[in-house]
């Protein structure tokens, strides 16, 4: 080595030789030749751009800012340089020498200098070796404002060494700390953070300590000072961190977590940089937020941990949905078990195993508050087994009012009897039941509609996509279509109901006055004209008027062309119903009368007059004349606008002729009603002479 003894220098050592001595012989290239000789002579501004800019590193780099150190750089030298330049504002120290002697001559040069503005330390060193070295400058470097700790390991002693330099310094002027893996214990981290209390400048506080070391406490101390654009991959995850923290969260607004970006409600699009553990800790002790979408959780698992054990402290959240997430439902049990809000719980596509089966069952036992109303369980390979687990926990949720359970492919007939008492031990409350995209066949439909006929206040039922149901299966759904279950929409997609299957469900929806949407797939349902003729006939069966009014009014959608609208009373979605594709056309026709018509009465008066051209008065006779204004009211209500297809003159044809009709067949009592009128008239006028 070149530079020779440092414990026999000092800084009159330098100041005499410093002009003179060889900068190649103190370094390793030329490069750091040419940096040391800008240092010495102030000349830092003739690199374009990187004004006052120094990085010191150990590996190499093209850049003429970075001084790469290696086996004849001397270190005491740099340090020195350092130390007395003027125009270095930031300093980014990324190696340090293993020698204990060298490391102290490079921080008592450096110490000195008073033009830094900036200051990094990256690099795995004991603290004891470098916090007192570092301390005066941190002192007495009153242009100071930005200082970055990283991989120094703190014990108490040394931060509390680190938190009188702190103290000590004159000019709080720093306006950003940033202590990254530093193994700092709670005591030794609030040592530091009492120190910052005169730092009024201080916008960026920066802590970040292995997910394993951090506990409640350690987001306590940081949560109203902690910089959030340092924990945060965007401005629009910082801002949603601190709306989140400040309790500014508009509970009508719902919360998504996902590793995409959305302008749908306040959407946490998660990135390399976004620390788990705060979003987790911030969504835990948030009192207003009530939806939360979780679709995406970070790769490792102490990430997820941390995420999930802030997350299981919230008490406000009433709707959590997770999909498409590598999830252990022991982490998740906390917070199903303790929320008192919770109303709707959604799992999508998480792969519910066995184990996990068992730690949801679990969970949903242990709830003291059985309030859930809502629970979806779809697309994630539950077996028979594992719904086994979960039904017994659920027969205890008597309110439960949604229950999902598609897309499973794996639930044969035992799952089937475990969904039958979920569904009975809520039917009091069950208003909807998705049950789509299985194995279900028409034995497994029998069982699930024996469950079902208690459920008096089912309003929607989908069995879509089960594509081994036949006209068996759908005749069995008839004991759905009784005045005691009040179903209104019934989804049926993707399945090959046949002729046979369409005359099941009209013979079953003869009577019925409640469903209103039959949501099948026209194009692969494989209904033909015979089908479609007895759809045709249960709304609308010509061959006596009494039938005709005894028809179907209330179906008004049959097909799959449909959507949702939200519903002006904020009580959820409404069915709306759009084209009929594939539709019988007579059919079509009598779905519309029903769909406009404001009453059954009316759907049926208007189905008469548009089928039954000549109405048959003689029926009515035995009324006598009473039935005579009901006559001409029925022609003034329901005119032109209402009879399909009939021309002004037509109606007029056809009212004139019912009239005609009516008097021709009791000519005696129509004269002798005249007579009476006439008598009474005159009677009238001659008690009023």
Known sequence: MRYGDMESRDNNYYDVRAQDVKLEDITSSANNAEILR???DNDLASIEGKEGVLYIVDDDSDCDDFC?????DDWGWLGYFIGRNKQIRDLHLYCLPKDRDQVDAFMEGMKHNRSIEEFDIHHVIEGDVIIDRLAPFIIHNTNLKELRLVDIHFGFDCARRLAVALIQRRHKSLTCLSLECN???HEALEEIIAALSGYTQLVSLYVEENMSRRDQKYYDMLAHIIDLKCITSSKKNAKILRKLRDHAWNEKEDLGVADY???????FCAGEDDDWGWLGYFIGRN??????DVSCLPYFEDEVDAFMEGLCRNQSIERLDISSCDIDFSSLSPFIVHSRNLRSLALWNVDVSLENASNLAMALSRRQHKSLTRLVLSQNNLDDGSLAEISTALTGYPYLESFSISENNLIGENGCVSLGAIIRSAAMHLEQVFHSDDNLDDEGLQTLVAALTNATTLRTLSFSRNRSIASTGLRALSQLFSPACPLETLFLEEINIGDEGAEALADGLRGNTTLRHLVLTPASAGITSTGWAAFSRLLCDTSSINNTYRSNHTLEHIGDDYHYVSDPNGSGKLFRSGRYSGISSAVVQYLKINKKS????????IKIGWRHPDIPVEAFFEYKLKFLPFLVSWFGRFGTRNCQNSTTREFQRRELSAMYKFIRGMPMLAVDNQMR???SCGRKRKFDE
């Open 287 to 292: 009192k207003k937020i009530r939806n939360l």
């Open 183 to 185: 193994n700092l214990s």
């Open 38 to 40: 800008r240092l010495r």
């Open 598 to 605: 404001h009453s059954l009465h009316e759907a049926a008066t």
């Open 677 to 679: 009128l006439k008598s």
């Open 261 to 267: 970006d959305s302008d749908c409600g306040e959407h």
């Open 68 to 72: 790469i150190v290696k086996e004849g």
